[in-house]
């Protein structure tokens, strides 16, 4: 029982530590308890021997990331560091749960700025971890020690030159320690050996010559305790602000002796074999800044380390090697030095079995080498010694990811400098883009497409005045051509090339060239990619250098074209909307006034969208009322920058005082309106076989019907629309020009909104054949039930346009089912056994959907007649007497096309039932439903 209770008040810890994690206020209020409560149950579970370490980790980790929430004042930061140093002193134990400790309790007081505020518990702290550290080579508590070296380098990380007079104690403990974690130790030795090197680097006062010298080798004051000046104040070890210094400026003086100095980096070097990479680049990043800071050591100091580093394939180690030619350059390394590094960088990025991201780090290196000691790498600059000898490794490969070709195709375009006449660069920069354009010419989209587009904008960035110019347009304008659906991206090209250079000629003539193209083209290619093309034609619009005469008449022929459906099309209306805008906006409206006005004339009298039509009257009153100047103030008043403003058209138009602007769609919380299910009506199938169609032919008539696209049967569901019981609209109330939308999912087609002049409160109070009716068409693509929501649009009485979400809409499996069609000169019972005997001959093909299967429920004779006269009338195709036993034969067609047949043979407790289908994907939702049947009869 006891293991029980422990396991549960653990449990109940790491949940609350989740609670905690997520929302502390909540947690805090939910829990009846302040957040010195929380910290007390916290040190009270540390304290516990009940609770494992794994748990009382997490509560450290609550303690070190929320302290700023939890210890609100100096008085509960002393009593928490104070618990925390007795439950790390009864520890005794060599283990991660007491290294946390430690940890918990440095970053409590560095966040909490103790040093500043309580001095003397900051220093009593260092001091607890100054002892442990001083017991080198003791092999029973070496984490211990490894995690106070790693708590000192952050406290002297942050308080620069608070262990600068430890210095000598520090480097004596590095040189004796000989055990793994001497490598801390080295850490701690360099960070405070920089710091203090820059500090009198920065002393304003003369330095006397022995004084770094001392610092070395000299024990000003022993180990323990930290000795604080007289003067202290926090700026005495504040943080300096790192600039990007050049290796000239603050240096140190030249008086100053540094022989003990360049012993102790001689120490370090020698003992950089005994590092892990990770400590390795950590202590040779302070050590570059110390040899910086002095004339007199030389960066040849590195050279071992440089022949080391340039060797491996660690990459964190290869990335010291460009830091230290970032900071030395010519100093430390020959030109062929500098081969050898870019040889072997280039190596590295092309080596698959490398990590993705190391290469993509390999090609920034590449952008950005540092070629001298000026250079800050920050802008692109690849190296000087890149030639042709070079290039081939930049050739993308099978083998490179999106990101890897795009980079060798940035590095591509600098190495290559194409002239004013097509030649071997040019060529061999779009050759390069094969394998992208392939994927995009057999229409693939995504990561592959936008790649292509970025690499063809860099390079028209990096050589807008060449003859590359020319392969770019021919290359972009080819893709359109073969694939309209990549429109949008060449919109967002044209747009990059803008902002990039202004006066650039490029988007103008692929804009013309994209009209030419659209305006020439076959109107059946048109149709099947409309919306691709009318994106292309809403940008040409924008272009005042492009004569919009041969759009506006293209737009025409487009409207009357016999093959455009434009019923219930509002995104197809919206998008020519868009461009007769446009066109508006940024043209003189008496070039184009003609053409324009038909397209928009068509608009509003033979488009059936009524939002449609109400717009585009709108905009031939303007186009037949105001000025091409007046025009252009309105259409930019209504961007969406200048909408923010007040102004409205009346004040645009007549120059008067602004009026206040019509209120938003207004959103109601509670739903108003219900729909509820009429009595169901069964809808029938009609299907009419061709004329002179023989006996022996008309089954394979029928199932060329069905399975044709033509043929698509609906389910029609009538429902009464009323006011919902509790509704806050008044009884006398009427709504107008409701609009019922009715989202459906990818196994229907979209549903026409219906239209309802008004609604009356006092004759729809209630759900009653008097209720005004809507009647839905569902047109499945598959036969499965679904759920729709349902939303609906109207006007009040105070003129108010509102919407509001309905509940949503159920259409089970059994709404589905229709009857099988009366055929003239073919009986229902003859078509039932042709398709029958037809869905059994075909169920062994492959590549056939036709099955066969069995049912079983137990249900007696009585109640499967009782069954089937409730739910499965209209579809009974024949019921015959077989052994004193009704055998029931059933035919269903389900929407798009599917047929479902069943045998039902009652006995006197079960009841067999024979399946066979066309459609094998609907048999688990069939067997639901029979079932169903099974269970509403106990």
């Not at 440095?106 to 500043?116: D, V």
């Not at 759920?787 to 809409?809: H, K, Q, R, Y």
């Not at 869905?839 to 066969?852: K, L, P, R, T, Y």
Request: glycine fraction near 2%; charged fraction near 20%.
């Amino acid at each position: 029982m006891a293991a029980i209770g422990q396991q549960q008040q653990q449990s109940q810890w790491l949940e609350d530590v989740a609670k905690f994690r997520r929302s502390p206020q909540t947690f805090l209020a939910k829990s009846d308890t302040d957040e010195e409560g929380f910290v007390l149950d916290i040190l009270q579970a540390l304290f516990s021997e009940n609770i494992g370490e794994h748990v009382k980790l997490q509560l450290l980790c609550i303690l070190q990331e929320k302290s700023d929430i939890l210890l609100k004042d100096n008085t509960s930061v002393e009593q928490t560091i104070g618990s925390l140093r007795n439950v790390f002193e009864e520890t005794d134990h060599d283990s991660i749960y007491k290294n946390h400790i430690l940890v918990t309790m440095t970053t409590i007081l560095i966040q909490h700025e103790q040093l500043e505020q309580q001095p003397k518990i900051f220093i009593d702290f260092m001091d607890v971890l100054l002892n442990l550290m001083s017991k080198i080579n003791n092999g029973l508590n070496r984490n211990v020690r490894r995690i106070a070296c790693e708590c000192l380098k952050e406290i002297e990380i942050m308080y620069p030159g608070i262990l600068s007079r430890k210095l000598e104690h520090i480097y004596a403990m590095c040189q004796l320690e000989n055990t793994f974690i001497g490598q801390s130790y080295m850490a701690l030795f360099v960070t405070v050996l920089k710091n203090s090197l820059e500090r009198l680097i920065q002393t304003n006062g003369d330095l006397h010559d022995n004084e770094l010298s001392e610092l070395l080798s000299t024990r000003r004051e022993p180990l323990k305790p930290i000795i604080l000046p007289d003067n202290f104040t926090t700026e005495l070890f504040s943080m300096k602000e790192k600039t990007h210094r050049r290796v000239s400026s603050e240096k140190l003086a030249s008086n100053v002796d540094t022989k003990e100095l360049k012993r102790a980096l001689s120490f370090v070097m020698e003992s950089s074999s005994l590092m892990t990479s990770q400590c390795l680049f950590y202590v040779m990043l302070q050590l570059i800044e110390c040899v910086s800071w002095v004339d007199d050591l030389s960066p040849a100091t590195f050279k071992s380390l440089f022949l080391h580093c340039a060797s491996t394939t660690t990459l964190p180690l290869f990335y010291l090697v460009f830091l230290l030619k970032a900071k030395f350059c010519d100093q430390l390394f020959s030109a062929s030095d500098g081969d050898f590094i870019l040889r072997r960088l280039i190596m590295y990025a092309n080596t698959p079995t490398l990590q993705h991201s190391y290469q993509l780090l390999c090609y920034e290196w590449l952008l950005h080498f540092p070629q001298s000691q000026v250079d800050d790498c920050q802008d692109v600059c690849i190296p000087s010694n890149l030639d042709d000898r070079h290039t081939d490794a930049f050739f993308p490969t099978v083998f490179n990811s999106i990101d890897a070709t795009l980079a060798k195709l940035n590095i591509l375009s600098l190495c290559l400098q194409p002239g004013s006449q097509s030649g071997l660069a040019e060529a061999t920069l779009m050759g390069c883009l094969v394998s992208l354009h392939k994927s995009v010419n057999y229409g693939v989209t995504g990561p592959v497409a936008v790649a292509l587009y970025k690499a063809l904008l860099n390079y028209y960035e990096k050589h807008q005045n060449t003859a590359l110019v020319e392969d770019i347009y021919k290359f972009i304008l080819g893709i359109i051509v073969e694939q309209p659906k990549f429109a949008a991206q060449t919109i967002d090209f044209v747009e990059s090339v803008r902002k990039i250079h202004c006066e650039s000629s490029l988007p103008v003539d692929l804009m013309r060239a994209l009209l030419d193209h659209t305006v020439s083209n076959k109107m059946s290619t048109i149709l099947d990619n409309l919306q691709h093309y009318l994106l292309i034609l809403e940008r040409v619009a924008e272009e005042k250098e492009i004569k919009q005469n041969v759009l506006l008449i293209f737009l025409q022929r487009l409207l009357v074209s016999s093959d455009l459906n434009i019923d219930e099309r509002w995104s197809l209306g919206n998008s020519l909307l868009r461009i007769c805008r446009n066109v508006l906006h940024h043209r003189d409206t008496d070039l184009v006034f003609t053409e324009l006005g038909d397209v928009l004339y068509i608009l509003m009298t033979n488009y059936n969208d009524i939002d449609i039509r109400d717009r585009a009257r709108f905009y031939y009153a303007l186009l037949t009322n105001l000025s091409s100047q007046k025009l252009t103030s309105i259409l930019t008043s209504f961007s969406p920058v200048a909408m923010a403003t007040n102004q409205t058209l009346t004040s645009l138009v007549t120059g008067s005082a602004n009026f206040q602007t019509a209120s938003p769609v207004r959103q109601l919380d509670d739903t108003i309106l219900q729909l509820t299910r009429a009595e169901k009506k069964l809808n029938s199938v009609s299907v009419t076989l061709p004329n002179g169609t023989e006996s022996g032919q008309i089954l394979e008539e029928y199932l060329k019907i069905t399975q044709s696209k033509g043929f698509s049967p609906a389910v029609v569901v009538t429902y009464n629309i009323s006011f919902k019981e509790g509704s806050s609209i008044p009884k006398d109330d009427k709504l107008y020009a409701m609009v019922l939308h009715v989202q459906t999912c990818s196994n229907y087609a979209q549903m026409k909104d219906q239209e309802i002049v008004f609604l009356d409160n006092h004759d729809s109070a209630d759900s009653t054949e008097s209720c005004t009716q809507v009647t839905l068409e569902f047109h499945p693509h598959e036969p499965v039930p679904a759920t729709f929501d349902v939303s609906v649009l109207f006007s009040n009485e105070s003129g108010e346009t509102c919407t509001t979400s309905l509940t949503p809409l159920q259409l089970s499996f059994e709404d589905l089912f229709l009857p099988l069609p009366d055929i003239d000169g073919y009986s229902r019972q003859q078509l039932f056994n042709d398709v029958w005997n037809f869905i059994h001959s075909q169920q062994g093909n492959s590549d056939s959907a036709c099955a066969e299967s069995v049912c079983s429920l137990q249900l007696s004779q009585e109640m499967i007649a009782t069954t089937i006269t409730q739910k499965l009338t209209p579809f009974i195709v024949n019921s015959s007497t077989q052994d004193t036993v009704n055998m029931y034969q059933v035919g269903i067609i389900l929407p798009p096309s599917s047929h479902l047949l069943m045998k039902i043979l009652p006995s006197s407790e079960t009841a067999v039932i024979s399946i066979v289908t066309d459609n094998l994907r609907i048999l688990p939702l069939v067997n639901r439903y029979l079932h169903q049947l099974e269970r509403r009869h106990p």
